[in-house]
């Protein structure tokens, strides 16, 4: 993205990246996941990649109208759901902001989820189960 303004470009990469520890309620977590959907303000993304310790390939979706439709909804604390790459990629509210590749909200479905702010031990989870799940790193990049 280009910066008029300024002259000069945009770096629209960044990513969250915490870790998690089982049984824990995630504080830090919690803010450093506001602080990174407050700072979505690129107004547009090509790519997105849910990721962590569990699977650090993860899930990738290049679509640029979804990732950008991703990232508007969680800066806007905002619902939204799209299905990309054979994945139902859902934003919503779970105790605060959740994004899940499992096609449901707010549940213990297992898969790739992330909802830092849930308020208690059922913070997600990478590539297994989300509620209760074992010590483990969640990173989301968006570019």
Do not use: H
Not at 39 to 50: D, E, F, K, W
Not at 91 to 120: D, H, I, K, Q, W
Request: proline share 3%; net charge neutral; aromatic share 12%.
């Amino acid at each position: 993205m280009y910066d008029l303004i300024n002259l000069k470009y945009k770096d629209c990469t960044t990513t969250y990246s915490q870790s998690f520890i089982n049984g824990v309620t995630p504080t830090t977590q919690c803010t450093a996941w506001i602080t990174f959907a407050a700072g979505l303000t690129c107004t547009s993304y090509s790519s997105l990649r849910i990721y962590g310790s569990n699977d650090p390939t993860g899930l990738t979706i290049s679509d640029p109208y979804v990732v950008t439709a991703i990232a508007v909804a969680l800066r806007a604390n905002t619902t939204y759901s799209a299905t990309s790459n054979g994945y139902t990629w859902i934003v919503g509210a779970c105790g605060g902001n959740e994004l899940t590749a499992t096609g449901s909200l707010c549940s213990c479905t297992s898969g790739y989820t992330l909802r830092p702010c849930f308020g208690g031990s059922n913070w997600g989870g990478i590539m297994g189960t989300t509620c209760g799940a074992a010590t483990q790193t969640l990173s989301l990049d968006f570019s």
